[in-house]
């Protein structure tokens, strides 16, 4: 009754929710040891990179056959989750190796490499277990309120923690834990800070589009400063706060440092090519972690005097997590993408910390949010390239020919939008006054804030959407085919015909589109009038867009210090999460796209937040 309740609810989000319900329904040699507890130096630390409410009923043996225990990589949905009811038995003789320390970390992503920076700088010893050949990281946007970083462009106080957190709940569904946001918001611009002491010389933008002296290659640029003229983000129905920041090329020389940092203090012993597989209690705690080496096949057998610290990330290459935990995903034929791999050849981002902290009686997240928001498009099959224009709020068609939304809303509402209509697809229009018409859009994720006459400097002229925006990348982006242009309409409606439009509703719905531009008032749709430009003037553009994910931000269920949770809410002691492997940071329908960057920003504060706190225990 309370899940139909709420599926029934007010909240138009819950759709999705429904699917998810409906879906459960249908699914009814010699031993070494070594210690590092006293500090001794780490042997297998190695510099490779790469670029760039309770939840359900933790699954036991008790509730499941005897029979039913599997290998622990089983890709079979076996009960209440899609992995096996039990850990795989490891015997004594298939244990290579005993070690123990203050802490092991299992996963070194961002999330896994601050907390270790955060608790070697306590003087606590760490066993990290990777199964990569190598410590991982991608993009380079961070969420960030306060902090000495922000207040170099006035900043520190723009947004109110208290509203945001509000704000984010809200987004969420109310499904996330208020209590783990604050957290993120009053630590993420100490946090900040901290992580950048790495690089004691990075050069600072002194705005989002200024001049970079020649030779800086490396450096941070500040989103939206200045705030274009006009643009009030307390006042949008919904506001993109000016509260991040950008690191060009990407994060990874910030967060090479950083692992040099644990690195250098001989208190890390990294185990990369190591897959952990099975956690181990010692009593009521959370004691031992056994990883499986993949060049032997033996285990490593690892113990934890202080806590064991799950940072494994999200799931969104295992399709079986998928299919259970977030069906519409595989259903809607969503692309992932994903650019690291494991030494045996998979994608590193399997979901593990959620069947490990199960295994010991964790509880896991129910409503899971795929980060699948629009981000204008794709094209060249690498998932990461996007039209010039993003997702500026020009008119939308579906293949069918016909308007289906108010275009004035972020990636996250746009894919659920999508998601929707034939073929999962849109189609964008604009015409040759684009540049006239940009000055009143407002700041939105995936678009560029600010139109410039010609690309000069450090305004690269590329096809792909960035900060800023030209005619430069609009004639880059039809020359590399991801802009379709035309001198009559006509044309362009024919030339997207190819693509699957039906174009005799197309043109219908662009005279409709054009009137209400023309009148001032969207009686369709009610986009705001500001927002309304017609498409009546040559040349004219349009675009063929599909979407694509990029994570799964759901995980185990923890509370505000990290520490995992029974289903009866009950401390499991000595078992952390952090990162997107830990639970209601996120929830409900989709990923917040309020503040950009928010990912990274919740794992490098939690890491940093957490990893001492456990260092201090």
């Not at 684009?434 to 678009?447: L, R």
Request: hydrophobic content about 35%; glycine content about 10%.
């Amino acid at each position: 009754p309370n899940a139909l309740w709420f599926v029934h609810g007010r909240n138009p989000k819950n759709q999705r929710l429904q699917a998810k319900f409906d879906h459960r329904r249908r699914n009814d040699g010699g031993s070494i040891k070594k210690d590092l507890s006293k500090g001794s130096a780490a042997g297998r630390c190695r510099s490779r990179w790469s670029g760039g409410a309770h939840g359900l009923r933790a699954q036991t043996t008790e509730s499941k056959s005897a029979g039913a225990s599997a290998a622990a990589d089983d890709a079979t949905v076996n009960g209440d989750y899609p992995w096996p009811v039990n850990p795989p038995e490891i015997a004594a003789e298939d244990v290579e190796e005993e070690v123990s320390a203050d802490i092991i970390i299992v996963g070194l992503g961002i999330a896994g490499v601050a907390a270790a920076r955060s608790a070697v700088e306590e003087g606590a010893s760490i066993i990290a277990f990777e199964k990569s050949e190598k410590p991982n990281v991608r993009s380079g946007d961070f969420a960030i309120m306060g902090g000495e970083t922000m207040k170099r462009w006035g900043r520190e106080n723009i947004v109110d923690i208290d509203e945001a957190c509000d704000h984010e709940v809200e987004e969420g569904s109310y499904f996330p834990k208020r209590s783990i946001y604050t957290k993120w918001a009053k630590h993420s611009g100490e946090a900040f800070d901290w992580y950048l002491e790495a690089v004691p010389d990075i050069y600072y933008a002194e705005s989002s589009i200024a001049e970079i002296p020649d030779g800086v290659e490396q450096y941070i640029t500040p989103y939206f400063v200045p705030l274009p003229d006009g643009y009030d983000f307390t006042k949008e129905a919904f506001p993109c706060y000016p509260s991040s920041v950008s690191c060009y090329p990407d994060q990874k020389f910030i967060f090479e440092a950083n692992w040099d940092m644990v690195v250098g203090t001989g208190l890390m012993d990294a185990r990369f090519g190591h897959f952990a597989e099975k956690l181990e209690k010692d009593g009521d705690r959370v004691s031992t972690v056994y990883a499986r080496n993949a060049e032997t096949g033996k285990y490593v057998k690892a113990t934890a005097s202080k806590g064991v610290i799950l940072a494994t990330g999200e799931y969104s290459s295992n399709p079986e997590f998928l299919k259970f935990f977030c069906p519409a995903t595989v259903e809607n034929e969503i692309q992932v993408w994903w650019p690291d791999m494991d030494v045996e050849g998979k994608p590193v981002n399997q979901g593990d910390g959620l069947k490990l902290g199960n295994w010991v009686g964790a509880a896991v997240q129910q409503h899971h949010a795929p980060m699948i928001h629009w981000m204008g498009g794709t094209y060249g099959g690498t998932g990461m390239d996007m039209s010039p224009v993003g997702t500026a709020p020009f008119l939308y068609l579906n293949k069918d020919g016909k308007r289906f939304t108010n275009e004035d809303i972020p990636g996250q509402q746009m894919q659920n939008q999508i998601e929707n209509q034939p073929g999962r697809m849109l189609f964008q229009f604009f015409d040759g006054n684009w540049a006239e018409q940009w000055a009143s859009f407002p700041i939105k994720h995936g678009k560029a804030t600010y139109q410039m006459e010609s690309p000069t400097g450090r305004v690269e002229a590329t096809a792909s959407p960035s900060d800023y925006i030209s005619q430069t990348n609009i004639d880059l982006a039809v020359e590399a085919g991801v802009l379709l242009k035309a001198d009559t309409l006509d044309e362009l409606l024919t030339l997207c015909k190819e693509k699957g439009l039906d174009i005799e509703n197309a043109k219908a719905s662009i005279e409709r589109y054009n009137e209400l531009a023309k009148a001032g008032k969207d009686e369709d749709f009610g986009k705001p009038a500001n927002y309304l430009v017609p498409v009546d003037t040559p040349p004219f553009y349009g675009i063929h867009r599909h979407v694509r994910m990029s994570a799964i931000c759901s995980g185990v269920d923890v509370n505000a210090k990290h520490e995992c949770l029974t289903p009866e809410g009950e401390v499991i002691e000595n078992l952390y999460a952090i990162g997107n492997c830990s639970g209601h940071f996120y929830g409900g329908i989709d990923y917040p796209l309020t503040v950009f960057g928010l990912s990274l920003g919740r794992c490098y504060t939690e890491g940093y937040v957490i990893g001492r706190m456990v260092a201090e225990k």
